[in-house]
DNA sequence: GCCTGGATTATC
DNA sequence: ATAATCCAGGCA
């Protein structure tokens, strides 16, 4: 018989806390290359004391050789921690105002993160599927900021845990990178198909009724 | 030191 | 389409 189409999120039984904290990613997870560990971070959970969301949307940014990424420039006082080891956060403030909240990848020296782009609420966040839609929302969604940098995700309060696996995983170029050349067309952006959390890239059409003659 | 321009979002 | 808002990083 026919199954039903899987739902993404909302459908699922929401999980407690309890139940994230013993699913806790180790840090050897992020010891491996930027676009295996973005990719693989759609779906799990993003935890920050009592509330977590559903990672949805990544971004991959490489090393010193990517002109769209920080590390571009080498290791810089804000930088530096893109330098370390992996499973340590990156968080930064774009155009004066928005939280970027990335995890540093890969083994020391290498200059990878992955950006969060978009989380579905889980824990402790309104149904609305748009609390976490877009960069700046997934920080004030989870109430993180500047004051969460270089947090290490294998301790603490803040950390992914293992969590939904996605029916399928779409790739793209990354967003507002225009400036990198032809990095910015690499399809180094990641998410859940179809996922309605899922940010809308700019210069994206939204899904469009035909238009009458 | 000064100047430029963002890994964005809300609103006009 | 464009303002908001601040600081990192380049260059003098």
């Not at 290791?75 to 990335?102: D, E, K, W």
């Not at 603490?156 to 170029?173: E, F, K, N």
Request: proline residues 9%.
């Amino acid at each position: 018989m026919t199954r039903s189409p899987r739902l993404p999120a909302p459908t699922e039984p929401a999980p407690s806390i309890e139940a994230l904290a013993k699913r806790r990613l180790p840090a050897s997870f992020f010891h491996r290359d930027v676009l295996v560990v973005a990719r693989e971070l759609v779906g799990c959970a993003l935890v920050h004391r009592r509330r977590a969301g559903m990672i949805v949307e990544t971004e991959a940014y490489h090393g010193p050789g990517d002109a769209a990424s920080h590390a571009r420039f080498g290791p810089t006082a804000r930088t530096s921690v893109m330098f370390g080891p992996g499973g340590i956060s990156y968080v930064y403030l774009c155009y004066g105002i928005h939280q970027m909240f990335n995890i540093v990848t890969g083994a020391e020296g290498e200059g990878q993160a992955v950006l969060i782009r978009a989380i579905a609420p889980l824990v402790g966040l309104p149904e609305d599927p748009g609390v976490g839609r877009g960069p700046g929302k997934v920080t004030t969604a989870l109430a993180l900021d500047r004051s969460h940098d270089r947090r290490d995700l294998a301790r603490g309060a803040l950390y992914v845990a293992a969590h939904a696996t996605p029916p399928a995983i779409a790739t793209g170029p990354r967003v507002g990178v225009a400036y990198a050349g032809e990095w910015a067309s690499r399809p180094w952006r990641f998410w859940w198909k179809d996922h309605p959390a899922v940010s809308k890239a700019p210069g994206e059409k939204r899904p469009r009724r035909a238009r009458s003659s």
